[in-house]
């Protein structure tokens, strides 16, 4: 009993979605995710600008006409972690002056990263940490 407790509890700790790669799909992730970390009870500002800078890139720099991108929420260990899935594998994100979506991901986030997915995607993904003394813990909404 206490396994299929924990595995219930492991999926309520995880959030996926399909979005469409267009300026709407990333906004609506950036509001799913809001949605789902009151849900959670999680603090809300610094992963809604996480969320939304690796939405907006996936859908201005990943985004393949009629395919999706993928959002995926994750919690363990007082971590937050997020991943943003596109269909274009052969575009590495990498941080740079003119465009500051990394670098404000780089700010929120412990660490980031990219790693492959299954041919064709690519895997962009952050971990947000959840303590309550980190900036953006105080904002949480009841």
Do not use: C, Y
Request: glycine content about 10%.
């Amino acid at each position: 009993m206490n396994h299929q407790l924990a595995q219930v509890r492991a999926a309520a700790d995880r959030f996926d979605v399909r979005l469409s790669s267009t300026p709407r799909g990333a906004r609506l992730a950036r509001l799913l995710a809001v949605e789902q970390l009151r849900a959670w009870g999680l603090p809300l500002v610094d992963p809604a600008q996480v969320v939304a800078e690796l939405a907006a890139n996936a859908v201005t720099h990943g985004r393949v006409p009629g395919r999706d991108f993928r959002l995926v929420l994750a919690v363990a260990g007082g971590v937050l972690r997020i991943e943003v899935t596109d269909t274009r594998g052969d575009r590495i994100p990498v941080r740079r002056d003119p465009g500051r979506g990394l670098v404000i991901v780089e700010g929120l986030a412990d660490r980031w990263g990219v790693r492959e997915g299954p041919a064709p995607t690519k895997v962009v993904w952050a971990d947000v940490p959840l303590a309550t003394g980190s900036p953006g813990a105080a904002t949480r909404r009841a």
